[in-house]
């Protein structure tokens, strides 16, 4: 197990100015970053890569779909668009040198249709992220499909859902994130969802109830762990947390207020929680 944070908690990009970032989750007791990958180019990530190899951390990434880039779009010219887009972000996790590109990268976040999604649009679906897990593979990299809530996206909400959606891509690069956040709203019973995403499980995002610090809400991480644990996974556990709303992020998570009193407090106080939550589960 590598144990990671997400600094979405802190920016949507690491830019130069922020690379502080990298040496305060090493300090905190981090091996691992997972960086946003929301915009800017190859080079602006293996400038990231060469700061996190100075460090010796190691690092994932998490991106998105934009309405205007959707591979499941049944428009050709935003389909061509998505699938390039899915292009970009494989050429910057490589630059970064992730060993995962994890997020919902699956269709755009906040797009309905008003309905649930379809077996057309699953379809183009897997077959983009098929594709994109044949090149994955080839750069030695794994991806990780993240299920939103219902309140973000129709594509994929739960753990029946995304077992069902990783059978149809049929790719062993290509997996699922599981985030206790979002199947905090979706799921009856997240040991039993966890059993049922089972071995496509690539990454673990470790996500409170309210996106604050873990262990300070109502989320059950302690089964949840032995559960992970369980079914074998030994991989990326990341926190994820949010802030007082980042600009390009506040449409989609809604955080509108402080989660926690600092990005330092936040790394502090997580990182022995979640390694002590995980060494319990053994």
Not at 2 to 22: P, R, S
Not at 31 to 41: C, F, H, I, R, Y
Not at 125 to 141: F, I, N, V
Request: hydrophobic share 50%; glycine share 10%; aromatic share 8%.
């Amino acid at each position: 197990m590598k144990l990671g944070i997400n600094l979405l908690c802190a920016t949507g990009f690491v830019g130069e100015a922020d690379f502080a970032l990298f040496a305060m989750a090493a300090e905190a007791g981090f091996d691992l970053v997972e960086v946003p990958m929301l915009t800017g180019n190859p080079d602006d990530y293996a400038a990231m890569g060469r700061r996190l190899d100075a460090l010796a951390l190691a690092r994932g990434c998490t991106a998105i779909c934009r309405p205007e880039a959707d591979p499941t779009s049944a428009d050709a010219a935003l389909r061509r668009a998505g699938l390039a887009h899915l292009d970009w972000i494989l050429d910057c996790a490589e630059a970064l040198g992730a060993q995962t590109v994890g997020g919902p990268f699956h269709a755009p976040i906040g797009v309905f249709t008003g309905t649930g999604p379809t077996d057309a649009e699953w379809r183009r679906g897997a077959e983009a992220h098929h594709a994109m897990a044949e090149k994955a593979a080839a750069r030695g990299m794994r991806l990780a499909l993240e299920p939103l809530n219902r309140f973000e996206t129709h594509f994929l909400n739960t753990a029946a859902q995304a077992r069902a959606y990783a059978d149809l891509v049929d790719h062993p690069a290509f997996g699922i994130m599981y985030d206790t956040f979002h199947a905090h709203i979706e799921e009856k019973d997240q040991v039993a969802a966890v059993r049922t995403v089972g071995d496509k499980i690539h990454v673990l995002h470790v996500s409170e109830n309210d996106r604050g610090i873990p262990g300070t809400g109502q989320v059950a991480f302690g089964p949840i762990m032995k559960a992970v644990r369980a079914v074998g996974f030994d991989g990326p556990v990341v926190v994820e947390a949010f802030g007082a709303g980042l600009p390009e992020l506040a449409a989609a998570t809604r955080i509108w207020r402080p989660m926690f009193a600092s990005t330092e407090e936040l790394m502090r106080q997580s990182a022995p929680t979640v390694r002590r939550l995980w060494d319990a589960a053994a």
